[in-house]
């Protein structure tokens, strides 16, 4: 199974924050949306940067309150972690273990055209291990 077929099901819809959006704004729209990061983009829609739940908690700890009237660009992750739609799961489960992050804009050509979660590629595993275990089944009962 590949992101392709994720993106199908769950759409392509991507919450995209201008990188001279404040923290505040920004953890706004993320409980607003029941989401836990955004994709910062530049004028020309190009991937700048991500910032998560986990960079408002780390401005509000080094910061304090005064870090929400900050820019987005200042506590966003600049070199940011991409898949393509051909990309396995197994293969996005592999880059986000080992980059410890829960979430990876798809790019096609350079354009964003779509995101994935931890809880997308967990839910896709399951089904897919799901449908080789019932086809396993079905194999050994005809043999
Ligand atoms: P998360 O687990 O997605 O909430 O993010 C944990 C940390 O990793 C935060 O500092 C994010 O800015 C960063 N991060 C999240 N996703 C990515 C990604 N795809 N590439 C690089 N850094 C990321």
Request: proline content about 2%; glycine content about 10%.
């Given at each position: ?7 199908a099901t769950?759409?392509r ?9 404040s923290?505040?704004d920004?953890a706004?729209a993320?409980a ?6 955004m ?10 940067g991500i910032v998560?739940e986990?960079d ?6 080094r910061?304090?309150?005064a870090?929400?009237a900050?820019p ?8 940011v ?9 197994v293969q996005?489960m592999e880059l986000?273990?080992n980059?410890?992050f ?19 590629i ?7 291990m799901e449908?080789?275990?019932?086809a396993?089944?079905?194999y050994?009962?005809s043999a």
């Open positions: 199974m590949t992101v392709k077929s994720i993106l769950k759409g819809d991507v919450a995209t924050a201008a990188p001279d959006l923290m505040q920004l706004r993320l607003d949306r029941r989401i836990g990061a994709i910062v983009t530049g004028g020309g829609g190009e991937v700048v998560s986990r408002v908690v780390r401005a509000l700890a910061g304090g309150a870090a929400l900050e987005v660009s200042r506590h966003m992750t600049a070199k972690v991409t898949c393509r739609e051909d990309h396995t799961i996005v986000m273990t980059g410890r829960r979430h990876m804009p798809v790019t096609q050509d350079g354009k964003l055209v779509g995101v994935v979660s931890i809880g997308d967990v839910k896709h595993r399951v089904a897919e449908n080789e275990q019932k396993l089944k079905e050994i009962a």
